[in-house]
């Protein structure tokens, strides 16, 4: 799977069986996540981002596959609902905290997310510099 971000606010994700294959992508360098047996992945995604107006960073991610043996991930979304207007929280910005990211209904965002090439975070980049 390419390497992109989530548009969801929070993913779980579970290893079903076993076989590692999740990487993160942090400094330039990609990351094996070698998860605990039955401990769920919980990774930041594009939303998150957004509300919090950059302060979690939504967590660009790929997973590979072994050659010849099989890889089961369970993966849920946690996400607005589809009227929910995206954009920094009001409460956090101030004059040292102004906002970077443009507010946008969900379903607009959903839109340009899946117009845009699963292409890491150049998605998220672009919604900065349209402000
Ligand atoms: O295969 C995985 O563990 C991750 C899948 C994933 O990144 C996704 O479904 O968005
Ligand atoms: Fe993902």
């Known amino acids: 799977m390419s390497p992109h971000t989530d548009a969801a606010g929070l993913t779980l994700l579970l290893q079903v069986n076993g076989m590692p294959g999740l990487q993160i992508r942090k400094d330039g360098k990609w990351f094996t996540v070698n998860a605990l047996e039955g401990a769920l992945i919980v990774n930041v995604g594009d939303v998150l981002e957004i509300l919090s107006n950059g302060r979690y960073r939504s967590v660009e991610h790929r997973a590979v596959v072994h050659q010849n043996r ?13 009227d929910a207007v995206i954009g920094p929280l009001p409460e956090l910005l101030n004059d040292n905290n102004k906002p970077r990211y443009r507010a946008m209904g969900y379903m607009e965002f959903m839109k340009r997310y899946y117009s845009a090439k699963l292409d890491g975070r150049n998605h998220l980049e672009s919604l900065r510099n349209e402000l």
């Open 70 to 82: 099989e890889r089961i991930s369970a993966a849920v979304f946690h996400r607005p609902c589809q």
